[in-house]
């Protein structure tokens, strides 16, 4: 029996125009939470496809258990005993708790084609009891909150009887309570003796739970070391390959006149009475849990939800937005939290998603101006840094930095005075996170007001001069930079502010 | 010109050859081979610019409706009605013109036109209202007016085509300008032109293909998508219509029995061309060269002998591999 339970020595994997993974290598022990680390386009995901057996390996060797195999395909992968668990959950959402799990392995009544729903029920209670967790096995998943859902592909992973879990970015769409009982679990797997690989933008996270960390760049292995012996600056700069002068490039402003205000503005079922400035010259952090309303907040300003009570002013006039179109009118403009699906048109280019939110600009006599549009994309490229061969690039073969970039782009472009960035690191490297602070910090020295929704309280803390928090829909407080603190935050986000505020 | 808009220029290039070189290869291939067929059965010439001629006019009224269907499908929609419409508004016409009784034909027949076209962009507006306001899905609205369309064309004739109609009427479907382009092939072309224009260079077919790419995300660029969603089913009924004043001016009467399964033949067309059922991607010159190669297609087997029947099977076999291309194509360079 070999010490580790995983090895993959020298895997090299080559794309068209890029090696993906240079010799890279990687060894888990049975028992271990391995944290892979590295920024996007390191090669981690690469490097687990590879493992999953959705990828071929070009060259190199993976060992289990000491024996050299050929990971043929996923399913190969699944009876070596390889589970992965993906930021997108790969569950069937009208089939229950129970179905899901032993899904394509139904237990049968004998060898009739009948499912045998007892045994399928009681086997499928039997693993949730084991990690300890409280589901109806008969529930349809769709039923299920994220973190329900992800305890559901954890159980379906224990039930092949997996001895390497591969977590793909577990904690990003959990909230703090959530992720605590997500530790827990993996303390159980860890106890149990199986082996994890977690991969995670969130450093606080690695210190936390991880034992082992394996840092990549460039495809390359950099370096593997116990937690223990790392620190967090010390990770960073292995991650980035140079010294990264400031995680949160702060920089001040006079703070001038009041550019947006909005007045008890609530919406039914979602949140209510919500009051506040922002002014020119400040970063505005709108934070609190999630599901305590700050999405929803921002998508009324934007007009993308309708108000069902409240106004909202600019430059202390009073508007209606009631669409986005009137959004975009007004000057507000809003990067989603999910990039993917509300911030991009994936399958357009470059040059499409940049003037697609004001194209209008580019119309003479009915038709778009081709060269002034491609000038204007030109031009936000060089601006934004954005790594990409051309305008005509494809945005979905751009990083997520490039990707939010373009977003960014979008609205530069639309003369935006309001900006409402939610979320806009998640899923982001730390290189690419410092980019987009400095970005923001240009464009309040432009005069364009920030708000920023966040559930990074490092970053609230690191780039933001007014914190309000949000809590159960309602504005729970503001703090002050000099007031704010982790811990503060947390008693207000958490409901148990309410008299200290007062 | 400096060296980065040249390198998107050669991309620009490269990418056209990528998605028509195939098809554009696939049609030169049929040409030779009906050719070389039609030779041995001693009956030559079946790559003329007179066999052009015939199949852009046996085209024309699917081409016509093709464009519309596939601004419809970019959106990632679908219209099941045009072939109940492309009857509808023949009809409407010929009533007309019938009503006109010989007097004034022309007076009439411009009437016809305008009626027809107006109906068309009703009945799309119906569709489309139906569609973005009630929230019915596209394939389930135009079953319905597929099937109330055919109805009301049946109901307004009681079944039976209108006929005789005055010479005149046949202009638009058969007058021969310049000697032999027959009007409807101008009509097609002119369309056709037209059509990718308006999706290529326009703000409104740019908003059609980011609606179809990704809904949510262009309304949050301040799309107004219901409008553009509507307005892309006005437009296809309205281009229907035309296509219907095409057949019925061709046939000479305005049947209510015409059309049937003509929506499944367009489709196929704009398919053919490389358009995606899922929305977001497609284009008007794609849908040229998918009809092409459809129409080529049968006239090459009528050409050889191969009937109706036959003509069936091979037009199935003939979308299952331009779809089966173009997966691949796609899987190809998705990495």
């Known amino acids: 029996m070999s010490e580790y339970i995983l090895e993959m020595r020298d895997v090299t994997k080559r794309f068209p125009g890029v090696l993906a993974l240079d010799k890279a290598h990687l060894k888990l022990r049975p028992g271990d939470v391995h944290c892979l680390l590295g920024e996007n386009g390191a090669g981690k995901s690469t490097m687990m496809k590879i493992l999953a057996g959705a990828q071929p390996a070009d060259s190199g060797e993976i060992l289990i258990d000491g024996t050299a195999v050929q990971i043929l395909s996923p399913h190969h992968a699944q009876e070596l005993g390889i589970s992965m668990i993906y930021q997108e959950f790969n569950l069937s959402p009208y089939l229950s708790v129970a179905e899901n799990i032993f899904l394509g392995r139904e237990p049968r009544l004998g060898k009739s084609p009948f499912i045998d729903w007892k045994r399928m029920y009681n086997d499928s209670r039997e693993i949730l009891k084991r990690i300890r967790v409280d589901l109806d096995v008969r529930r349809p998943v769709n039923e299920l909150s994220v973190a329900q859902q992800q305890m559901v592909e954890i159980a379906k992973a224990l039930s092949v009887k997996a001895k390497i879990i591969v977590m793909d970015e577990p904690s990003a769409t959990l909230t703090e309570h959530e992720l605590a009982a997500l530790f827990d679990l993996i303390r159980t797997l860890r106890s149990d003796g199986i082996g994890l690989i977690y991969i995670s933008h969130r450093l606080e996270e690695v210190f936390e739970i991880g034992d082992q960390v394996t840092v990549m760049r460039d495809g390359q292995h950099v370096a593997t070391k116990p937690v223990s012996e790392l620190n967090r600056e010390e990770i960073i700069r292995m991650m980035v390959g140079r010294e990264l002068t400031e995680e949160y490039p702060k920089e001040f402003f006079t703070r001038g006149e009041e550019r947006l205000r909005v007045e008890g503005l609530g919406r039914e079922g979602a949140f209510s009475d919500v009051s506040f400035s922002l002014y020119t010259g400040e970063i505005v952090s709108l934070t609190g849990l999630v599901g305590a309303g700050r999405t929803e907040v921002a998508r009324a300003i934007f007009g993308a939800d309708k108000i069902t009570a409240g106004r909202i002013f600019l430059d202390g006039k009073p508007v209606e937005v009631r669409s986005p179109q009137d959004a975009i009118k007004y000057g507000i403009g809003l990067l989603t939290e999910d990039r993917k699906n509300q911030g991009l048109v994936l399958g357009m280019t470059v040059r499409e998603n940049t003037t697609l939110a004001s194209l209008k600009k580019l119309v003479k006599r009915l038709f778009i101006n081709r060269k002034e549009e491609r000038s204007v994309a030109e031009q936000y490229v060089r601006e934004l840094q954005i790594k990409t061969p051309s305008v005509e690039q494809v945005v979905q073969n751009l990083s997520g930095g490039n990707q939010q970039k373009v977003v960014l782009a979008k609205w530069l472009f639309t003369q935006s005075r309001v900006l409402i960035f939610d979320e806009p690191t998640r899923g982001i490297d730390v290189g690419a996170k410092a980019e987009i602070f400095k970005l923001m910090n240009a464009l309040i020295k432009k005069g364009v007001a920030i708000l920023m929704i966040s559930s990074e309280l490092p970053e609230v803390l690191g780039m933001c001069d007014r914190v309000l928090v949000m809590h159960e829909g309602r504005l729970a407080g503001e703090l002050t930079r000099e007031e704010a603190s982790q811990e503060r935050i947390m008693r207000l986000a958490t409901g148990m502010g309410k008299a200290e505020a007062a | ?335």
């Open chain 2, 1 to 335: 010109m400096s060296a980065p808009s040249d390198s998107t220029h050669a991309a620009q290039i490269k990418r056209t050859l990528l998605t028509f070189g195939p098809l554009v290869l696939a049609l030169i291939l049929e040409i030779v081979i009906f050719e070389m067929i039609g030779r041995r059965q001693d009956n030559p010439g079946f790559a003329s610019l007179n066999t052009l001629i015939l199949v852009l006019n046996q085209s024309a009224v699917y081409g016509v409706m093709a464009v519309g269907m596939t601004f419809v499908i970019i959106t990632g929609g679908i219209d099941l009605s045009v072939g109940s419409l492309v009857a509808c508004a023949g009809v409407l016409c010929a009533m007309f013109v019938h009503w006109g009784g010989g007097e004034q034909v022309w007076a009439w027949i411009i009437i016809g036109w305008i009626a027809a076209v107006g109906l068309g962009m009703v009945a799309g507006s119906v569709a489309g209202l139906l569609i973005t306001w009630f929230s019915i899905p596209p394939f389930i609205a135009t079953l319905a007016l597929m099937s109330s369309l055919r109805g009301l064309g049946n109901l307004a004739t009681d079944g039976k085509p209108i006929s005789p109609l005055p010479e005149a009427y046949n202009w638009l479907g058969r007058h021969p300008l310049w000697g032999q382009v027959p009007v409807s092939v101008v009509l097609l072309l002119l369309i056709l032109a037209g059509g990718a224009l308006l999706l290529n260079h326009t703000q409104f077919g740019r908003h059609v293909r980011a609606i179809g790419g990704n809904e949510e995300s262009a309304r949050l660029s301040g799309v107004n998508v219901m409008r553009v969603k509507w307005l892309v089913y006005v437009l296809c009924g309205m281009l229907t219509a035309v296509a219907g004043l095409i057949l019925s001016s061709r046939l000479g009467s305005g049947s209510p029995k015409v059309g049937l399964g003509d929506e499944l033949a367009v489709i196929a067309a704009v398919v053919v061309g490389g358009t995606s059922l899922s929305g977001g991607r497609g284009s008007i010159g794609g849908t040229f060269v998918g009809l092409l190669v459809v129409s080529v297609l049968n006239s090459g087997l009528t050409w050889i002998g191969v009937e109706t029947f036959g003509q069936q099977v091979t037009l199935g076999v003939v979308i299952l591999a331009a779809v089966l291309l173009d997966q691949l194509k796609t899987r190809g360079s998705a990495f």
